[in-house]
C-alpha cells in the first residue's frame, strides 16, 4: 500500500470514529449522563487508535484534539460535568507523547473544571516522562500544587525545577521563593530571592526581589527579638517593659532597624515583638478597606454611617480589620478613618 494511500485510508478511518463521536455528544446528554460507559464507547482508546492510524499516530491525534476541545465546551456550556476528560487527554497523549498542550490543557480541566487535582497532577508528571526537557510540565505542576493541592513544598520543588531550564523565565525563581516561604522554608526562599536579584537584569523584577528579601529579613529578626523576649521572661518571669531590657541584660548588642528603615519594638498588650513598618501596612491596607466600604455606604444611604460598627450590621463587611498596636479613629462627618499609633502622638 502506497503512501498516500495509506494517509487517505488512515484520515477516513479516523474521520468515521470522530464523526461517530460527533454524532454522540448531539444527543440528548441526558439519554446517557447516568451511563458513563456508553459515552466511552464513542472515544475510543489510545491502543485502538494506535493500530487503527497505523503509524499516523500524529495525526489521529490533532484530530481527537479538536474533538476534545469540541467534548470540553460542550459540556461546558451545559452542565459542566466532564465524565470522560481524563480518558481523553490520556488517549491523545498516548498517541502522541509529545502534545505539550494536551498535558497542559488537560491537567487544569482535570484539577480546576472536575476537581481532581491528583489526576491533573498525573497527567503532567506523565507529560514530563515523554518531555523531561521542556521546563512548562514542572512549572504547571508546581502551579497545581500550589493552587489545587494545597502542598507548597511540592509547589516549591516544582518551580525551582522548571527554573533550572534555560529557556524558563524568570518568574519560575519568584513562584518558587514564594511557595517556599509560605510553607515555612523561609532560608531557602531568602536564596532563591537573591540569586533573582543578582541574576535579573529588569529593574522592576530586582525591586521585587529586593522588597521580598527585606519582607523575609524583617520577619527573621522579628522572629529571633521573639525568642529573646521568651529568653527574657524565663530569667525573670515577666516580659520586658521595651526591647531596650534585652540590650541592659546582655542578650543582644542592640536593637536594630528593620529592613524598611522602621524599629522593632514590644507591645505589652499583645505580648508580641512587632515593626513599626509592619503595623503601618497593616494599619493602611484596613484603611483603604474601610474607606471603599465607606464609600459603598454612602452610594446605597446617602450618607455616612454613625460608626463603622453599622458597616457590620448593615453588612457591608464581616468585621473591622484588625491592626494590632494601633487605635483607630473614625470620622463620620468625611468618612475617613485614622490610625494613632504607640509611638508616637498622631498619624
Known amino acids: 500500500m502506497t503512501g498516500v494511500r495509506k494517509l487517505v485510508l488512515v484520515v477516513a478511518l479516523i474521520g468515521i470514529m470522530v464523526t461517530i463521536y460527533g454524532l454522540s455528544v448531539a444527543l440528548n446528554y441526558e439519554r446517557y449522563a447516568g451511563d458513563i460507559e456508553e459515552e466511552l464507547t464513542y472515544f ?58 494536551a498535558y497542559r490543557f488537560g491537567a487544569f480541566v482535570l484539577a480546576q ?16 516522562v515523554s518531555n523531561p526537557g521542556e521546563w512548562q510540565l514542572p512549572f504547571d505542576l508546581g502551579f497545581l500544587y500550589f493552587t489545587s493541592a494545597d502542598d507548597d513544598v511540592k509547589a516549591g520543588h516544582y518551580f525551582k525545577m522548571a527554573s533550572r531550564f534555560d529557556e524558563s523565565p524568570d518568574i519560575a525563581k519568584r513562584f518558587s521563593a514564594f ?3 509560605r510553607a515555612g522554608r523561609t532560608n531557602l526562599s531568602l536564596s532563591l530571592w537573591e540569586e533573582i536579584y543578582r541574576s535579573s537584569s529588569n529593574s522592576v523584577i530586582r525591586e521585587s526581589a529586593l522588597y521580598s528579601i527585606n519582607c523575609i529579613r524583617l520577619e527573621q529578626m522579628r522572629d529571633v527579638l521573639a525568642e529573646l523576649v521568651e529568653r527574657f521572661r524565663s530569667q525573670t518571669g515577666r516580659f520586658p517593659s521595651g526591647l ?25 498588650v499583645s505580648q508580641t515583638v512587632l515593626s513599626t513598618t509592619e503595623v503601618r501596612q497593616d494599619a493602611g491596607r484596613a484603611k483603604r478597606y474601610l474607606e471603599r466600604k465607606l464609600g459603598q455606604y454612602l452610594d446605597k444611604m446617602g450618607c455616612f454611617p454613625d ?15 484588625p491592626v494590632v498596636a494601633a487605635c483607630m479613629h473614625y470620622h463620620p462627618a468625611e468618612g475617613k478613618v485614622h490610625y494613632v499609633f504607640p509611638w508616637e502622638d498622631s498619624e
Not at 61 to 85: F, T, V
Open 307 to 321: 460608626s463603622i460598627q453599622v458597616l457590620e450590621s448593615e453588612g457591608f463587611i464581616d468585621d473591622v480589620p
Open 179 to 181: 511557595a517556599y516561604r
Open 113 to 128: 473544571d472536575m476537581g481532581q487535582p491528583a489526576a491533573g497532577i498525573q497527567l503532567l508528571k506523565k507529560g514530563m
Open 244 to 268: 531596650r531590657e534585652l540590650v541592659e541584660m546582655g542578650l543582644v548588642e542592640m536593637v536594630p532597624d528593620d529592613p524598611f528603615g522602621g524599629t522593632y519594638f514590644f507591645d505589652g
Open 44 to 101: 475510543p482508546s489510545g491502543r485502538f487508535l494506535q493500530i487503527a492510524s497505523l503509524g499516523y499516530r500524529t495525526l489521529a491525534s490533532d484530530l481527537l484534539w479538536l474533538k476534545g476541545i469540541q467534548y470540553y465546551g460542550e459540556h461546558r456550556r451545559n452542565d459542566r460535568y466532564y465524565p470522560l476528560a481524563e480518558h481523553i487527554y490520556s488517549t491523545i497523549t498516548d498517541l502522541d507523547p509529545q502534545f505539550l498542550g
